[in-house]
């Protein structure tokens, strides 16, 4: 629980409830000290009230007529004085909390929290041994209350002000922390998606600070990595083209030429000899079917017409290929006269991308009808290839063949994607145009 919360609730968390801690410890030591404080300040007023008992008791043993002393001292005693006479028919003196006058404005619940102690200060009165009344000391403790809920709000608003002033201050420590690591963390994740362009801006403290240099260093190595990686996929790409090129002209110039030449033999030897019947005949589809699969073979291995008609052409002439080998497949396209500037290696990807897609979906879709686009749109290269097939599995989505071609992508930074929406494939690239042609030719 304490982990999943934000770091500014971990830092005030534990402020808050220590200030909080702080006041109610006020308040329990307030009420822990205020009652003996209260005590001890009355304690001279509850001696005098005994001396004046004394006094008064005195005088009236000596005097003749006691009782008129004792309306002569009670007139003489201000109402307002903590000191009065309390005759026996009035009953028990009130408590402390009772005589209160003027609270000045203190709360009742302060003044419930606050234990007031009893004075406990009567002294009888005696007239002819018989106890007429008691002299009581009832002091008004209003204003010591309300110096004590003055000092309670001292001390509340103190920690108020020490808890926005520290709160203020953690508030602008957590964001001089948060914000670079929030920035880290951004950058971390562009990192991870492939940006190593961006650096993480190098702030907050030393630590972090430390460790933005270091995530930039890393950024750094990893977009080196990424540009040796590129260029060694471009590499073994150009190899590879070599390499069907070479076969495609071996096919070309060897294979080619024998199987005229055995096709022309034949139909020499049929007319030389007459009629030889279903033997040449078998002969003569075998190398029908032979130099046809070596044409597809050619095609496959290295279609040498882009070159010659450009990459719109050959591929109009693919998908003109694709009608004749599927008629029950609708195929639609949508293709970018600009695509006949485009040079190798990008109109090679761009060919045999198109050429793989249409072939997994001649093979393995079982569609009905399917889409080509290629579009170029500003520096960027588009390519979708759709159908209304079943799709892929969920387990598997790239063959063997998108393999290969993710490769080819990857070497020239572009993107390739299968996605499944609305109950059609996508196969979707991306290829920026400037890189491609900027890009190194296979040697």
């Not at 963390?185 to 630590?207: N, S, W």
């Not at 019947?277 to 003569?284: D, H, T």
Request: charged share 20%; glycine share 8%; with cysteine.
């Amino acid at each position: 629980m304490w982990q999943r919360l934000s770091f500014r609730t971990q830092l005030f968390l534990p402020l808050g409830l220590s200030f909080l801690a702080a006041l109610v410890m006020g308040g329990v030591l307030l009420q822990s000290f205020a009652t003996g404080q209260l005590a001890d300040e009355n304690e001279p007023g509850r001696r005098s009230t005994r001396t004046v008992a004394e006094a008064l008791n005195n005088s009236l043993k000596a005097s003749d007529d006691p009782r008129k002393i004792l309306d002569a001292f009670v007139h003489s005693l201000d109402s307002s004085s903590d000191i009065q006479f309390r005759s026996v028919e009035a009953g028990p003196a009130p408590s402390p909390k009772d005589s209160l006058r003027d609270l000045h404005g203190v709360p009742h619940w302060f003044v419930d929290l606050i234990a007031i102690p009893e004075m406990d200060a009567a002294s009888p009165v005696i007239i002819d041994g018989r106890r007429v009344g008691d002299i009581v000391f009832m002091p008004d403790l209003s204003a010591d209350l309300f110096e004590k809920w003055i000092g309670f709000l001292a001390l509340t608003s103190l920690i108020a002000v020490l808890m926005m002033l520290t709160g203020t201050i953690a508030y602008l420590f957590a964001g001089s922390v948060l914000r670079p690591l929030q920035d880290l963390g951004a950058g971390l994740t562009r990192i991870r998606r492939g940006d190593y362009a961006t650096p993480i801006p190098v702030a907050g403290p030393q630590e972090i600070r430390q460790s933005c240099e270091e995530a930039n260093a890393l950024a750094m190595t990893l977009a080196q990595l990424s540009q040796d990686n590129r260029d060694l996929l471009h590499r073994l790409v150009s190899l590879q083209d070599d390499e069907r090129r070479d076969l495609a002209r071996e096919l070309h110039d060897e294979l080619g030429p024998l199987l005229f030449g055995i096709r022309a033999s034949t139909i020499a030897l049929s007319e030389a000899s007459g009629n030889l019947g279903n033997p040449a005949q078998e002969v003569m589809r075998s190398v029908e079917a032979l130099q046809q699969t070596n044409r597809r073979i050619l095609d496959r291995l290295r279609p040498l017409y882009i070159e010659e008609l450009g990459l719109k052409t050959s591929v109009q002439t693919l998908l003109q290929n694709f009608r004749r080998q599927a008629p029950h497949i609708s195929l639609t396209a949508t293709i970018d006269p600009g695509l006949n500037e485009i040079d190798r290696p990008l109109a090679q990807t761009v060919y045999r991308l198109i050429q793989e897609a249409l072939t997994n979906v001649l093979r393995h879709a079982g569609a009905n009808n399917a889409h080509v686009l290629a579009t170029i749109a500003g520096e960027v290269l588009t390519i979708e290839i759709s159908d209304d097939g079943g799709g892929f599995p969920a387990d598997n989505v790239f063959g063997r063949g998108l393999t290969g071609m993710h490769e080819r992508v990857r070497a020239l930074s572009g993107s390739l994607s299968l996605l499944r929406a609305d109950e059609r494939t996508y196969v979707r690239c991306r290829l920026p145009v400037e890189t491609a042609r900027d890009a190194p030719a296979a040697g």
